[in-house]
DNA sequence: GAGTGGTCTAGACCACATC
DNA sequence: ATGTGGTCTAGACCACTCT
C-alpha cells in the first residue's frame, strides 16, 4: 500500500476518533510532511483523497479543516472507499429466479463491449436483507469471461467469487441511476403497490484488465433507497 | 489554469472527436510528455482526471486505453466536471411560491452549520422546462451569507447572481438521492397518480471559504429523473 | 509581509505485464 | 529482459488570504 494511502487513512481514522474535531484547521502542510515523515507531494496526495471523499477542506492562503460534519454521515458516502464494502451485501438470503445461458443483443454488446450475439449469461436473484425484501437483481455476464460459473456460486457471493477464487480486481464502475414500473413478479417481491416504482441502480463494471466484467440492474423499493456521494469542483 | 487541466481537456476533446479512438492505446506516458511539453507528474495529473471522468483506463505494464465507450454518454456522468452545467438549468420558467425568512430548527442547523434559530431564507419554486413540469425546489440559505437577496433573483438564476454578483465559488457538494411520497401540491404540478414518489436529490453545497450556501431538495418526477456517476477503486 | 496551498520539474527507484 | 505505469523526493517558484 503506497506511503500516501497510508498517511490518508491515519489522518481519517484521527477525524473520525475526533483526535482533530469537527471544524479544526489542521497543522499547515510542512508540519503534516515533518509528522508522518514524508515530502510535500505525497502529502498533497494523501489530503487529497481526504478532500474527495469530504473529511477536509483545503483554501489556499488560509489552511486545511476539518469539515464541520456528522463523520458518522460522512462514512455513509459512496466513493471508491466504499463501493467494496457495498458488494459486502452479497451473502444475504438469495433465491435465483433465472439462470441461463443467451446469445446477447445489440444493448447488451455495447454495454459489455461485446459482440452482438455473444453469449451472456443471464441472472435474476430475488434477495432478501433480515427477511425483508430488498433488490430484484438482474445480471449480464459475457460467458467468455467466466466459463464456468455454477447456480451455487450466484446463491452465495458473485463478488467474492471474483474477487477471491477468479483473483479478478474491478477498476471502476459506472453507476446510472433511474425509477421505473415494476412487472407483476417484482412488485409482488419488492411489496409494491400499485403505481409505485423501484429504483434502479445500473452498473457497467470494468475489471483492471479492461474487459467488462458485468452489466446489472438493482431494482429496490424507492422508501429503502439511499444513495450518498460528494463531487468537487474542478 | 493549471497546466494538467489544459492537457486534460486537450485530451479530452481528442478523445471526444475520435482523434484518440474507442478501445486504442495512447502513446506511453513519456510520449505524451513529449508531445505536451511536461514532466511525467504532470501528465500523471491530467490523465487521472480523465481516469476520474471514465474517458480512460490505465494498466501498470500495458499501458493508457481508451474506455470503450460511447463518448456522447460518457458526457452527461456528474463529476467535477458537469456540476457547473448541471445548474444551467436555473434559468427556465421558475415561480416561487413561498419567500420567507425563518428561524432554523435543529436539523436545518447540521446542515448548515450554524445555530439552531440563526435566520434562513426558505424558498419553494415550481419549475418547467419546455413548458412541462421538471422539479418542486426546496432551499434553505443562511440569511447572514446573502443579506440581500430579492424574489426577483430567485425568479431566475440563483446560480449566476452567487457566482457573478457575489463572487462566490461553490467549492463542492454533497448529494443524498431518495424517494418520497409528495404533499397535494408537489403531487398536483410533478403531475405524479396515486401513490406515485418523487426521486429527492438533497444538496448540502460548501463554498470555498468553508461556509455552507445552501441546503437544497430538488424533488422529481421519477420518469424524467436519471444520475449517472462513475466511481473508481482504489 | 507573513503564512499557507498549488504547480511544476528532474530524477531515482519500484511494480506489474508481456514476451 | 523490456516496456510501461506508480511512488517518492528535493527544491524552485507561484497564488491566494489575512491583517
Redesign the pocket.
Known sequence: ???????ADEIRSKILNNEYERGQ?????????VTY????????????IL?KEGYII???????FVKDNNPAELDTIINSRSLTSRHRHDHIDTKVVTFEVIPCNAFLAEKLHIDKGDFVYHVVRYRKINSQPYVVSVTYIPLSLIPNLKLETLKHSFYEFITNKMKMKIQSTQITITAHQPNEEERSFLELKENEPYIQEACVSYL??GHVLEYSMDRINYRNYEFKTNIINQ
Not at 1 to 7: A, D, L, N, R, S
Not at 37 to 48: F, G, I, S, V
Not at 58 to 64: F, N
Open positions: 500500500m503506497p506511503k500516501y494511502k497510508e498517511i484547521k489542521l497543522p499547515y502542510e510542512y508540519m503534516l510532511c515523515h514524508c515530502n510535500k507531494e505525497t502529502m498533497k496526495k494523501a489530503l487529497e478532500v483545503r483554501r489556499r492562503g488560509s489552511g486545511t483492471t484488465d
